[in-house]
């Protein structure tokens, strides 16, 4: 399974920006997609995940109302919008998938290369 963002880029704050991850690969199995970020000198955090198959959502709350988790199944893309950005969003984010409901737990199988987004 192989996994690339794309995306990333600078924008002010209160401004949008919509990240996109193509899953390559043997993904018939996959159940889970998520978003992390991790910012410089910290640890990685969960930001977003959906089910595959049943498109439940699941947020940070630090993010809840300002992004959004899709999936576009045919595409095999995942898509996180990113509205109202604040300097404290950051950081390099990267895009995971899991064959399990991972939700937001760090521990998913399969890792892309990362995108950077900075508010500023």
């Known amino acids: 399974v192989q996994l690339v963002e794309s995306g990333g880029g600078l924008v002010q704050p209160g401004g949008s920006l919509t990240l996109s991850c193509v899953v390559s690969?043997?993904?018939?199995?996959?159940?889970?997609m998520g978003w992390f970020r991790q910012p410089t000198g910290k640890e990685h955090e969960g930001v977003a995940s959906?089910?595959?198959?049943?498109?439940?959502?699941y947020y940070a709350d630090s993010v809840k109302g300002r992004f959004t988790i899709s999936r576009d199944n045919a595409k095999n893309t995942v898509y996180l919008q990113m509205d109202n950005l604040k300097p404290e969003d950051t950081a390099m984010y990267y895009c995971?998938?899991?064959?399990?409901?991972?939700?937001?737990?760090?521990?998913?199988?399969?890792w892309g290369q990362g995108t950077q987004v900075t508010v500023s």
């Open positions: 995971a998938a899991d064959f399990y409901n991972l939700q937001l737990a760090r521990s998913y199988t399969y």
């Open positions: 690969g043997s993904t018939t199995s996959l159940n889970c």
């Open positions: 959906i089910a595959t198959g049943s498109g439940n959502t």
